[in-house]
């Protein structure tokens, strides 16, 4: 029967989340789930929203390049020219315009899926601050990107979208005369109009091209391209809907006749519809009301921070581990302060620091092995210090019961499966703050420490909260990244499994499978690998 599990306290951050949000990234989770059965959890289209959006973007730059080079800029020829594009088998022609089509379609609803999966997964707050407000006026660089190139089809749909912005803009005591007199009566949209059209069309996107790079910004090895199995299907899948059914353009506008039924696009069109529904000053209030909410977002309600990665200057060398494995370029390099002989040392910056200690499992100095003096790395947790979890290791393992023991090294994200419930007379949890807080030591400290398996989990493959905790943490075990586990460590008496919050049977299931293997194996004190563990040959 398992034992109830007593972890080391320390502090942690209230969770910002609502019962509802909380409910919503079950139900994602499960969802995500379906679709690492279908796609492999590396390529998994949910974990790769942000990478899509860049995929679907260069898709829709690249067509429409093409499109233009077709496409007639006078109001007399505009339409003619797409309908020609669109007929045209050679070269492609047609394909390209669907494409572009489509992909501007795709390209919304990554988008807002995009925001939604980050908001339920609660990264709008705290030190994500920057990346979720630097998003949200990319979402109307977005929306005006696409109705730009409605317009510029110049047929029916183009005419009631151009009118209903207008009416909507009006609205607002911005103008002297209201603009949609100018498209009210033939002949008073003139060559210059759609002029400024294809440079609002072209420009807008650069800019928000532009306010994409402004958004990865603090973020370290940000993933802009999709894994390639994922971006040939999603191309190929465009493909085969624009062959199926090509993208086709309604009536010619005519500005002397009133649009009558339309097939309403609701991808970029809905708030044209939205405006005959209510009004424009209550569309202005729900949009406006909206963005606000959307910037706000990151503190409401304000939520006490973390407490930070702090450096400790007499063991740090400046080696720079820390600054190439922080997720969100949280820690940097700088000039020596305290007049030892090495040239940098690390920094840590509060208001970017994630407090994932994803930095501490990557210095040299945070190995168990250290027997002068008492444990300190040269970057730290204050909440959960290398020294505590040594501590708390030796007293588990000490503790263990049975033929099989195992230690578990869990994470405590809201996206990682509960290591907790793992625990048993012959399985100790010690919870981390990321799986990718185990510096490799750790996994060898415990083996000759009276453990005969060592188990990590921590978020599902590809879906770390702090985005390099599973890569990191595999490149270690592997000997592909610093600090590495040792070569001479058994790797038949290590294992990962990562697991969401609702795997937590098949993490079960893993945990009793390696227990049986383990059980197969000669007991590890009878092979000769197992000696004193605090040796100083073995520092750093």
């Not at 019962?19 to 679709?35: C, N």
């Not at 209201?178 to 210059?192: Q, T």
């Not at 091209?209 to 993933?223: A, D, E, K, N, T």
């Not at 990557?362 to 003096?373: H, I, K, M, N, Q």
Request: aromatic share 10%; glycine share 8%; charged share 15%.
């Amino acid at each position: 029967m398992a034992t109830a599990l007593t972890l080391t306290p320390f502090p942690l951050a209230p969770s910002a989340a609502s019962s509802v949000r909380r409910a919503m990234q079950r139900a994602l989770q499960r969802v995500e789930g379906e679709f690492d059965f279908a796609f492999g959890p590396r390529a998994n289209p949910w974990r790769h929203l942000g990478a899509l959006s860049f995929f679907l973007f260069w898709i829709v730059a690249v067509t429409g390049v093409y499109v233009y080079a077709a496409f007639d800029t006078s109001v007399a020829g505009a339409y003619a020219s797409v309908e020609e594009i669109s007929r045209s088998a050679w070269p492609v022609s047609g394909l390209a315009r669907s494409l572009h089509r489509y992909a501007s379609d795709a390209f919304i609803v990554v988008v807002l899926l995009h925001l939604g999966r980050e908001w339920v997964n609660g990264h709008a707050r705290s030190f994500r601050w920057f990346s979720w407000l630097s998003g949200v006026p990319l979402l109307w660089l977005v929306y005006a990107s696409g109705i730009g190139g409605y317009w510029l089809v110049w047929d029916n749909q183009a005419q009631f979208s151009l009118i209903a912005t207008a009416e909507w803009l009006d609205w607002l005591p911005l103008f002297g005369d209201p603009l949609v007199r100018n498209f009210i009566a033939g002949g008073s949209v003139s060559d210059r109009f759609f002029s400024l059209l294809i440079f609002l069309h072209i420009g807008i996107p650069l800019v928000l091209l532009l306010g994409m790079w402004v958004h990865i910004q603090r973020i370290s090895q940000p993933r802009t391209n999709p894994p390639r199995a994922l971006a040939l299907g999603s191309f190929a899948s465009l493909i085969v809907l624009a062959l199926v059914k090509p993208a086709t353009s309604g009536a010619s506008a005519d500005l002397s006749l009133v649009p009558g039924a339309l097939d309403l696009d609701w991808f970029y069109l809905t708030l044209n519809a939205l405006l005959y529904a209510t009004s424009g000053g209550v569309l202005w209030a729900i949009c406006g009301g909206t963005t606000l909410l959307l910037a706000l977002l990151p503190w409401l309600p304000r939520a006490p921070r973390a407490p930070v990665a702090r450096v400790d200057l007499a063991n740090c060398n400046g080696c720079g581990r820390c600054f190439a494995d922080c997720p969100y370029a949280a820690v940097t390099l700088e000039a020596r302060t305290d007049g030892k002989p090495m040239p940098r040392q690390a920094v840590v910056h509060p208001d970017l620091c994630a407090a994932c200690g994803i930095c501490a499992g990557a210095c040299p100095s945070s190995t168990p092995f250290r027997s002068a003096g008492e444990l300190v790395s040269g970057i730290d947790m204050p909440q959960r210090p290398m020294r505590a979890l040594r501590a708390e290791l030796e007293g588990k393992i000490a503790a263990l019961r049975g033929r099989v023991r195992l230690v578990v090294f869990g994470c405590q994200c809201d996206c990682a499966a509960d290591a907790a419930a793992l625990a048993a007379p012959d399985t100790a949890v010690v919870s981390l703050l990321c799986s990718a807080m185990l510096p490799p030591s750790f996994v060898e400290y415990a083996l000759r420490s009276g453990a005969d398996g060592v188990l990590i989990t921590g978020c599902r493959d590809g879906d770390c909260q702090y985005r390099l905790g599973n890569r990191w943490t595999e490149e270690r075990l592997a000997g592909a990244r610093e600090p590495h586990l040792r070569a001479l460590v058994p790797r038949e008496r290590v294992r990962v499994a990562w697991a969401g919050p609702t795997d937590t049977e098949p993490l079960a299931a893993e945990h009793e499978r390696f227990r049986r293997a383990l059980d197969s194996l000669p007991p590890l004190a009878l092979t000769g690998w197992r000696v004193p563990k605090r040796t100083e040959a073995l520092h750093g």
